[in-house]
């Protein structure tokens, strides 16, 4: 399907529908959302977009980096990225065991332009932009990729709302080493609040950032500087390979031309 981007009119009746499932009368999905010309246009030049199973949000960035990278002025096309929240609906918004769906907060479908504290919390913007940061070494990023699309986890939220800290390849390396196993995963434990947790590691990354420049330093010497609280998820890799977590990236990527 050519990607298109929501008009005013298709954005107000996204959020009418969000907003609906969280009542006792939710709707069905608005399919005439993505293709009526009083709700999206087509975006120029044409771009093919394919109905994809994304495995992660490391396949879901590269996809879309590869498809999107160019569109000017892209990080602040809002309808766009609800256009593309609106295609992947199915797997942005899977029905729970009781076959109920959960949008959560608003940010997460319509990107928070301008604000970047929310804007990371948009379930394809947020991915693709990680990516797009590290694109040259995407791995070094898997922290904050190797989750599902649908529920990105702690360590998306503690480490990618500060844009220093997410743009940072030694702070990513050092994140991907602590919490990520050589599955590709994240590692167990790795969600919680305690000791050595993505929320401790932001707290002492900041404190670090007081006294020295951590865009100077290497992932293995700010490895080394971590108290022991983190030694839990340390693992036995030799430091200095940014490439040391295996993963396959898109070899399972499975997707539909005729979205």
């Known amino acids: ?17 969000l907003d609906s499932l969280t009542t006792d009368s939710p709707r069905s999905f608005p ?7 009083e709700m999206s246009v087509p975006v120029e030049p044409p771009v093919e977009i394919e109905t994809c199973i994304f495995a992660n949000r490391f396949e879901a960035g590269r996809y879309l980096y590869q498809r999107l990278n160019g569109i000017p002025n892209i990080d602040r096309d809002q309808g766009l990225w609800a256009w593309l929240s609106a295609f992947y609906f199915e797997q942005l918004c899977p029905r729970d065991h009781s076959g109920n769906r959960k949008p959560g907060e608003r940010a997460r479908w319509i990107p928070a332009i301008g ?8 379930l394809l913007a947020g991915p693709y932009r990680i990516y797009k940061a590290h694109c040259e070494k995407p791995e070094v990023a898997l922290a904050l990729l190797c989750s599902k699309l649908h529920s990105p986890g702690d360590i998306v939220e503690q480490l990618a709302s500060r844009q220093e800290l997410v743009t940072n390849e ?34 002492v990354l900041n404190q670090f950032e007081l006294t020295w420049d951590l865009y100077s330093m290497s992932a293995a010497d700010l ?37």
């Open 1 to 17: 399907m050519k990607l298109h981007r929501l008009t005013e009119k298709g954005l107000e009746a996204f959020n009418e529908f």
């Open 31 to 37: 399919a005439h959302l993505l293709t009526d010309p």
């Open 115 to 122: 604000d970047y504290r929310k804007y990371y919390r948009h």
């Open 170 to 203: 030694a702070v990513m390396q050092v994140a991907t080493w602590l919490y990520v196993g050589d599955d590709g995963r994240p590692k167990r434990g790795s969600g919680g609040r305690g000791p050595g947790s993505p929320r401790r590691l932001a707290d």
């Open 223 to 259: 490895l080394k500087m971590l108290p022991s609280e983190f030694d839990k998820f340390r693992s036995d890799k030799q430091p200095g390979n940014q490439a040391s977590t295996p993963f396959k990236g898109l070899s399972n990527l499975q997707c539909d031309s005729e979205g």
